[in-house]
């Protein structure tokens, strides 16, 4: 069973920056895609990004260029840098792993972190 528990989350002001991690334990992090999605307060939860085991990467359109997702297979830790922050990326940040399938869906994730918050102030 696959356990990821997230961090790096806050409040910060438009035009900020944040970086959130996601670590790990309990499986092969290496065989995993990994992708971080987002719910904003009463809208449902969306794919923002995805990084396969190899290393190429997927955005979301309204997030590319801003955010950066990475993966460090030794630290079982996935990270997601966002830039210039504005207050539409508001929402609850989760990480997902999965096996494999369309990595922008969320039913192909099988295991899921908590969440963390990010709050972006203009």
């Known amino acids: 069973q696959v356990q990821l528990v997230e961090s790096g989350g806050g409040l910060m002001q438009a035009g900020g920056s944040l970086r959130l991690s996601c670590a790990a334990s309990g499986g092969t992090f290496s065989n995993y895609y990994m992708a971080w999605f987002r719910q904003a307060p009463g809208k449902e939860r969306e794919f923002v990004t995805a990084?396969?085991?190899?290393?190429?990467?997927y955005y979301e359109g309204s997030v590319q260029g801003r955010f950066t997702i990475s993966r460090d297979n030794a630290q079982n830790t996935v990270y997601l840098q966002m830039d210039s922050l504005k207050p539409e990326d508001t929402a609850v940040y989760y990480c997902?792993?999965?096996?494999?399938?369309?990595?922008?869906?969320?039913?192909?994730?099988?295991?899921w972190g908590q969440g963390t918050q990010v709050t972006v102030s203009s």
């Open positions: 990084i396969t085991r190899s290393g190429i990467t």
């Open positions: 997902a792993a999965s096996g494999t399938g369309n990595l922008r869906e969320q039913s192909n994730y099988d295991y």
